[in-house]
């Protein structure tokens, strides 16, 4: 069984930042594939990141792209996400989310979820 707990979230103006912290009680976290979700009121859940087991490879939604990046500390059980230049359309419940199958899109992938944390942005 893996914990998620998410941070860092908040309210910010337009074009602001913020980083986000997911941290795992996971034994060997490592071996987890990680991603971030996003989920605004009324709207279906959104891939926004995806970063492989040693950080090697990730993937950004077209979105996000340029804006945002997700990055791992694996001696902190950590998944970050660098978020930048923060539009009103970022805002959304951001959730953490772990896979022991691979690196992909798909919510239904990720077997271990955190509770998420609220981003606001004003314009």
């Known amino acids: 069984q893996v914990q998620l707990v998410e941070s860092g979230g908040g309210l910010v103006q337009a074009g602001g930042s913020l980083r986000l912290s997911c941290t795992a009680s996971a034994r060997s976290f490592s071996r987890y594939y990680m991603g971030w979700f996003r989920q605004a009121p009324g709207k279906e859940r959104e891939f926004v990141g995806g970063?492989?087991?040693?950080?090697?490879?990730?993937l950004h939604a077209d979105s996000v792209k340029g804006r945002f990046t997700i990055s791992r500390d694996n001696a902190k059980n950590t998944v970050y996400l660098q978020m930048n230049s923060l539009k009103p359309e970022d805002t959304a419940v951001y959730s953490c989310a772990a896979s022991q199958s691979g690196l992909e899109y798909r919510s239904m992938g990720y077997d271990y979820w955190g509770q998420g944390t609220q981003v606001t942005v004003s314009s």
């Open positions: 970063i492989s087991w040693y950080g090697r490879t990730t």
